[in-house]
């Protein structure tokens, strides 16, 4: 399988769908906006469904070294796959202010989510990997009362070698 072996650059993107994003900097695999879910939604049968069919089962992943989420919207934060995730793994989760909220509800222990404001950084214990959440052209927010009470941010990561940028703009009305 095409995860067995680590990228020889030290550097290796896999797109699985809207934001989520397998990256691997510098041999640390980092996974963005995890979402296995069929539909963008709090309803299974409606809601916008995804574009593409996921290309691997969640239990067909190889193992993660932290979970990056830009904000709350449901098609970057799933219901479902974050409480597999909470489950069955001990990964940390690395989010915006206020999402934490929703993973600690959702079952992911307190100890595994770190929470930046913009411009705050985070130092992946023992891998080197830096971890900053820089501005946004977003809103957040899961319903119709609660826009804009979490942060959304854009990510950098940063390693030994290479960095990468992880961002949601705002054009129109959707994330690109």
């Not at 993973?103 to 214990?125: M, Q, Y």
């Amino acid at each position: 399988d095409a995860w067995s072996k680590r990228a020889s650059s030290g550097l290796r993107a896999t797109w699985l769908g809207h934001s989520t994003v397998l990256v691997e900097i510098d041999g640390v695999r980092v996974l963005t906006d995890p979402v296995w879910g069929n539909r963008a939604s709090p309803f299974r049968l409606i809601g916008p469904k995804r574009f593409q069919p996921v290309p691997l089962r969640l239990r067909e992943m190889p193992e993660v070294d932290v979970i990056v989420i830009s904000h709350d919207h449901y098609d970057h934060l799933d219901y479902p796959t974050i409480r597999a995730l909470a489950r069955h793994s001990n990964v940390p989760f690395v989010t915006s202010l206020g999402v934490g909220a929703h993973l600690r509800v959702w079952g992911v222990p307190e100890e595994r989510i770190t929470e930046l404001d913009w411009w705050e950084s985070h130092v992946l214990p023992g891998t080197g990997l830096h971890i900053t959440a820089a501005p946004s052209q977003h809103f957040s927010g899961r319903g119709t009362s609660d826009r804009n009470a979490t942060l959304w941010s854009s990510f950098v990561l940063r390693g030994e070698r290479h960095g990468v940028f992880f961002g949601c703009a705002l054009k129109g009305r959707s994330c690109r």
